[in-house]
């Protein structure tokens, strides 16, 4: 029969633009929030962390902002290009090393 | 620094086959975490091995089982191989315990017929 697959939220945003992909979280008691990216045909790849203590943390073209009381995360990339199309994730950590991933969000860029 | 590579990158096998997948870690990193992904149940995690110990699992039978050696590399099998069982296999590692910023590999793409 046909195969169903995870449901990926889509942002679709032009060449140069900024983007602002959301994550909700449920897990208050997390040390740290991170994001991962992951390209067609390549393993996941960590952009960014930052700690529960913090609000904003900026890196090279991204900015991860986390508001506890809403329990909300969101990563900025300025200047959105091409090879920012990837499926973004913001995994939380299962103890030991363990990472649980949700569906991500697809970010496509468009010349 | 050589990054985590995983070999094979493609197999092909039939049902009720066995596999293993082999992973090497970058070197240095002493912690090997294994993730399954489909298109319907995403990115999963299978275990976590550090000096050579499993210390974490996730929630798949038993037919999924793995080891890690003392020079860190780690391998993975599955038994009795199911059509439900083709998927990408990661694997990442990490220099320490508690890293959230893991390494992977491209992975190992299994086909089961």
């Known amino acids: 029969g046909e195969s169903v697959g995870l449901h990926l939220p889509t942002l679709s945003v032009q060449e140069g633009d900024n983007s602002i992909i959301n994550c909700a979280y449920s897990n208050s008691a997390s040390d740290y929030f991170i994001w991962y990216k992951q390209e067609s045909g390549k393993g996941p790849q960590f952009i960014i962390d930052i700690r529960s203590n913090m609000d904003k943390r900026q890196g090279q073209r991204v900015t991860v902002l986390l508001n506890k009381t809403v329990k909300h995360l969101s990563l900025q990339i300025a200047a959105t290009q091409p090879g920012d199309s990837a499926v973004y994730f913001c995994?939380?950590?299962?103890?030991?090393?363990?990472?649980?991933f949700g569906a991500g969000t697809r970010l496509a860029v468009h010349p | 620094k050589a990054g985590v590579t995983q070999t094979p990158r493609y197999l092909i096998k039939t049902r009720g086959q066995q596999v293993t997948l082999s992973c090497s870690p970058i070197?240095?990193?002493?912690?090997v975490s294994w993730y399954q992904q489909t298109p319907g149940q995403g990115l999963q995690f299978l275990f976590e091995y550090f000096s050579e110990t499993q210390r974490n699992k996730g929630n798949f039978p038993g037919r999924f089982s793995g080891r890690q050696f003392s020079n860190s590399r780690s391998e993975m099998n599955v038994s009795t191989l199911e059509l439900g069982d083709s998927a990408l296999y990661l694997c990442?590692?990490?220099?320490?315990?508690?890293?959230?910023?893991?390494?992977f590999g491209p992975g190992t793409r299994l086909t089961v017929t």
């Open positions: 070197s240095g990193h002493r912690s």
């Open positions: 995994p939380f950590s299962g103890g030991y090393n363990k990472l649980i």
């Open positions: 990442a590692s990490t220099p320490r315990a508690g890293d959230y910023e893991q390494y």
